[in-house]
């Protein structure tokens, strides 16, 4: 390994660029905006995926799969959908590529124009609800719970990898329902669903809310958000689920008959999460040192380093042994990987797995193996201890949940020191730039204040907690009266 | 149920767009040429995905995800790949809508040109060998073994469910090798891997072979193939791998520094299985009255129908245990679904059941109950047997494995029906013409034979079988020297 990562206290921005390359999790592509996900950050993305695919089919969900591209007039059926989306999207205009006549290379055949544009898909509201069309005729095909994993495009101007890219990998639930309340209880649960995943997997305590008017998904009447803080004190959107109400079903015509032979509009929510989560996780937890993997989503857990030198090297089998032992003992459950490439020095591997964020480092060398002790570091807290070869596979299965439950805690903690409740503007301006993190405080339920708010400070309500305490208050900025305290903070 | 579906015998192809439909697979979208696959369809997808999935990381490969968008300059850097793809893809040529001016909705905005075009991709070679330039350095690093889980375009002018759709849905396997000896196992490696997921899940005798120089991938030195047939005598390509020499490696410039610190390119593989293989699936096994599904992919592998009526509702608990205590008897692993929908017939359901591939059907009846029997129906014979209810999980076990064994047979007893060594080309049309098939016939090697014979019969070489005997011949067609036969079939 060559140098180190800048520190986060002098770079924050760029510790995270550098961390997400160097930790081999992503990188860049020659195509501006895309990213190319590595093998390492791949499989934690397929944990990821792993977990919440059961998760979704333990609820009823089944997945399924739609076109890519999305007919330009698709877009423009729901309003305020093609309002949010038209700005930034990759258009398909031609099919057909030819040799251009002065054998420079291939350029586009203009004989081979599409009739109408088709858009890369910004996302699937449109193209579902026109196929849902044809799918639901009574109550009986209700409630319709599909799924898709899939790609899409959004054309962004400053990209960052897994936070902002052009193309990202997500999951977006698509759902119709025969009542407003079912709609919104899917919407609820789906909210919930995604909260406990955050919270036991990517061990990140987020902020279950509402989103304003504002901020809402373009085409929904109800945005639920759940958002998470970062070491900076910047907050991170980490997945929404929407209550589209029966917008789309309006814009596609799409209608059931209920037991009485009625006709009605169906009701329909939308929820996703996306590779971005990849960045919250990179975030929320990591050090100067690199990585810190919750044990739930490392895609290694136990990392076994045998040192021996040229001396010692006749002691490798039985260092070998001793490892294969505590792997037997730890169950095939646990991800362990043995590392024995003679090519690299103990030191050059410590740094490499610490970088990579493995949860539990093995070292065991000829002394230990005499003394029938093992030393076993954790990636968290940087610990190390030396306990009996014995007790080691029953000590890393303790540890692998207690390093779980530990990143959580702190990532709880540093939440609960930078959530400040504030009422009056000037101390909410100083918390902004002094201490950051989440600011509580009373807002009289206008667009213009949170605008003006959002002018002068660049923080942004990030949602109404949905457990937020009736309390009457005045507005931090306006003065006026209001009931309950919002959640606001700088966003990524 | 509406009325049933047209015969086979009537009309192959109408049957199997019939049945993709009926049978809940998939259908096509509102885009020309990409289609929606259904929930059933998809989880027979996933099936196919987990199992191959395990097989690649098992022999040493790694998920990764590289940009939907390649660089339309990149196509053109190897002469062949361009040449093979530039006539069918999907170009981005712009990267935002605007409203339009008449107000009629939105149009691409004519400012939001991009500087090069980018091609949806239609497989990932140069944008991965760009990759790769940066990722290998010296003999460390090799071999590389990638695979990528993607949607690719293809700007089909003829597409048909799942057989040949604009947007499919494929593995792509991407390795780089030290040495051609490497990357040439690997290509047969997973030609293997691939024709023993064919035979052992699919239920699929495939022939295993390799491709002549007309019909290799565009870019590489050697194809090979596995082609299946199916029930109407026509041939399927089901999977190819790709032995590329160092044909993209020379192309985007990636040599690697051996251990005496000389540089070479490196060699290149790729392979790939698509949802194509759901069209084979359908094709090989389903009849008229619907599918036909091996067991090992089936999404639902037993279905048990309690046989009920308004007299008899008060049995329905009672039947309901003896499922139970079935399914219990079966273990975990089985795929058991009991349906108690009590707003469908039971002939409606078994229809249904039939119509969809569910294996094994089981009904039980009030006087089942009080005989302690149940009947089971196999769906692959449409046999019944009425046996002992504490003899059904054991029986259901045993059957479950004898229909994957029984499926596999029948299709193997009809390639080895359907494949025909000729020694004449009026035989040749005749076989074609009359009894359709494999064919095995002499060849003298060339690409004007090979053309001539697809002009007068419209059958192609599917491949020259890798286990092909050496004999001395005389080609079919021209009468010159042959040493082994190659394999002729009109196919999909």
């Given at each position: ?5 800048t520190?986060?206290?002098e770079?924050y921005s760029k510790?995270y660029n550098e ?8 990188e ?5 905006g895309?990213?190319v996900i ?5 499989a934690?993305?397929e944990k990821?995926?792993?977990v ?10 089944q ?15 729901e309003a305020?959908?093609?309002e ?7 258009v ?7 040799n251009a ?7 586009v055949d ?9 858009i890369v898909?910004?996302?699937s509201?449109t ?6 069309k044809?799918?639901?005729?009574s109550h009986r ?7 898709q994993w ?8 400053r ?6 890219t052009a193309?990202?990998?997500w999951?977006?639930?698509h ?7 079912e709609?919104?209880?899917e919407?609820?649960?789906?909210l919930k669903?995604?909260?406990d995943?955050?919270e036991?997997?990517?061990?990140i305590p987020?902020i279950k ?7 809402r998904f ?7 958000t759940?958002e998470?803080?970062m070491?900076?004190?910047k907050?991170?959107q980490?997945?929404?689920s929407?209550f ?10 799409v209608?059931?008959?209920?037991a009485?032979?009625?006709e009605n509009?169906v ?12 960045g ?11 990585l810190?993997l919750?044990?739930?989503l490392?895609?290694?857990q136990?990392v ?11 002691r ?7 490892f294969?032992k ?15 490439d003679d ?9 490499e797995?610490?970088l990579?964020?493995v ?8 002394r230990d193996l ?12 940087l610990?190390?201890?030396v ?14 949940a207690e ?10 903690a540093?939440r609960?020191?930078h959530?400040?409740?504030v ?6 301006k100083?918390?902004l730039?002094?201490k950051?993190g989440?600011i509580?405080?009373?807002w ?5 204040t949170?605008e003006?708010i959002?002018?002068a ?5 990030r949602?109404?907690?949905?457990d937020?305490?009736?309390?009457a208050?005045s ?8 009931n309950?305290?919002?959640l606001f903070?700088r966003?990524?």
């Open positions: 390994m060559s140098k180190g990562i520190p986060r206290s770079d510790w961390l997400v390359v160097r930790a081999d999790l992503a860049h592509s020659a195509v501006r895309c990213m590595k093998p390492y950050g791949f934690i993305w990821m995926k792993e919440l695919d059961a998760r979704f089919k333990a609820t009823g969900h997945n399924a799969a739609f076109p890519l591209f999305i007919p330009k007039s698709f877009l423009s059926k305020d959908h093609v949010g989306f038209a700005k930034e999207c990759a398909v205009t031609h099919y057909r590529l030819k006549e002065d054998g420079s290379g291939v350029v203009p004989d081979a124009k599409l009739e109408e544009e088709l898909r910004p996302t509201e193209i579902i609800w026109n196929t849902f044809t799918w639901i005729r095909d209700l409630p319709l719970l599909i799924n899939a790609n899409v495009v959004r054309w962004e101007m990209t960052r990898l897994f936070l902002r193309e990202f990998f999951q977006e639930g759902t119709a329902h025969a009542t407003k309340e709609a919104v209880a919407a609820e649960l789906m669903e995604y909260a995943f955050m036991n997997y990517l061990a987020v809310g509402y989103k304003t008017a504002s901020e373009a085409g929904a009447d109800e945005t639920y759940t998470g803080l070491q900076d004190g907050a991170l980490m997945g929404t929407h589209l109400g029966q917008n789309f079903a309006k814009a596609f015509d209608k059931y008959q209920n009485n032979n009625e509009y009701w329909a929510t939308s929820w996703g999460v996306s590779t971005r989560m990849m919250a996780l990179i975030m929320a937890h990591s050090d100067d040192k690199g810190v919750p044990p739930r490392a895609p290694i136990v076994a380093v045998p040192i021996v030198n040229k001396k010692t090297i006749d490798l089998d039985d260092i070998r042994a001793v294969d505590i792997q037997s003992g730890l169950g095939g459950d646990v991800r362990f990987k043995l590392d024995d090519s690299k020095r103990s030191g050059f591997k410590f740094a797995y610490e990579r964020g949860p539990v480092r093995l070292a065991l060398g000829p005499d003394n029938g002790t093992i030393e076993i570091a954790r990636r968290d807290t610990e190390k201890m306990i009996p070869i014995d007790e080691a596979a029953d000590k890393i299965t303790a540890l692998l390093i779980q439950q530990s990143i959580y805690d702190k990532a709880l540093h609960e020191a959530t400040t409740k009422d009056d503007f000037d101390t909410f100083q918390v730039d002094e950051g989440f509580l405080a009373h009289d339920g206008t667009a213009e949170e003006a959002k002018k400070t660049k923080a942004t309500i949602c109404i907690p949905i937020a305490i009736e309390e208050g507005c931090v900025f306006s003065g006026k009266p209001s309950k305290r919002v903070a966003a990524y």
